[in-house]
């Protein structure tokens, strides 16, 4: 008995020691994996091809199927141990010609606009009508019925700059875009107008589109955004008394839905778990793509290129999803959960990387607190790749069907997200406005926390 309890304290003294190296052995590892991405990585030169030779990719187009086979192509050259489709039926939403102008009787002025994902057009006919201006969205709940019938409705609601997280701002007005239009055509308006939701710094004269829904509305009119410099104009020259007549025409519109897919790809581990690493190969129809979401694309596939090349082998399976769908309707992700809920997947974790390319700063989590605090404690591994902020609840908008349905733990790549408004649902995203360092550095931290969970959860 005594030699028993000797060996006993003898292994208790040694606990600490054994921590501490694989402390020091973790700490090498993903210096390891840091090293090889800022080299060896290619996630740059595949965001290239993917926004220069593909470009945007709207759900249902023809650059979305180049985009699922080219997707395909790099998972097998990335070493994935097996690699299929996974089929998704995705609404098909067409923008074609538009434009809107405003008038004020003697003076007519052409304004930047883009018609809001999912929206009803003017069949190409010009709609015309006196323009009311709204500054909250309560103030469009509340106007009377018979003020905006036949009308206009614009809502102007500046994005919140006084958050540090732009995300943060984006969350408090994105559902004025998104119920904004079946709202304004219940209380009988003919068209509806919002202001951009961007920071507006570096976005110049643009329009921002993103989706929007009409629910239960039983009238669907034309939706549309302009640029926060025009929305400043109009609001000013309503302001100071001008009766403003707004006319659209545009072409959109939904069209039959068809077939697309979740482009799927893994590296085998040795046990049946499944830990999902993904981002959406779809986007809206202008600019490339490039950090919404290209850039999670190719850093996710970056992640399984890594755990190749390094010779990485995981305890489980290590399943890269590029998901389709994501922007005007999230089938993707719903039919990828409803898959695992069927047949019977244990899914350990899941990443998504879809708040773009830039420099990493941490990760989001929806999961319990006792897993929230084991991947607190790997900060201090995680601090050279300039990861420090866990903060945040969340995961992505792809993966949360997979966390609703199986309650699986979630996590998002959180970059820097001062310049991602000034670009995100415009022209201006694209493969330029990415720099190559941000991009892997963020792939590296991926590669990292897919490291430490496979290891640790």
Known sequence: MRLIQISICCLLSLAPLFAKAQRLNDKHVVSNITEHVLINGKAYQDLHYLCKKIGHRLSGSEQEQLT???????LMEAGADTVWLQAVKVPKWVRGAESFS????SRHIDIPMLSLGNSEGTGG????????????IEDLKNVDTATLKGKIAFLNVPFPEHF??????YSEVGSNRFSGPAIAAEKGASAFVIRSLSTGAGS??????????YGNAKRKIPAIAISNKAADSLSAWIKSGKTLTGTLRSHCGMQDSVLSYNVIGEIKGQSNKIITVGAHHDSWDVGEGAHDDGAGCVQ???????????????RNTIRVVLFANEENGVAGGKVYADFALEHGEQHLFALESDAGGFSPRGFSMSMDEQ?????RSWSDILFDLGVYDFSKPGGGVDINPLHKKLQTPVAGLLPDTQRYFDIHHCAQDTYETVNRRELLMGAAAMTAL????????
């Open 102 to 105: 405003v008038s004020n009787g």
């Open 164 to 169: 540090p997280c732009t995300f943060d701002g």
């Open 68 to 74: 699922v086979a080219w997707l395909q192509s790099v």
């Open 371 to 375: 897993l929230k605090e084991l991947v």
């Open 204 to 213: 110049y004269d643009l329009p921002h589109t993103g989706v929007t829904s």
């Open 125 to 136: 006919k010009k709609l015309s009508g006196n323009i009311v201006l709204f500054e909250s």
């Open 450 to 457: 897919v490291y430490l969970v496979d290891k640790y959860f």
């Open 300 to 314: 996710s596939i970056e992640v399984l290129r890594t755990f190749k090349q390094l010779g990485m082998r995981p």
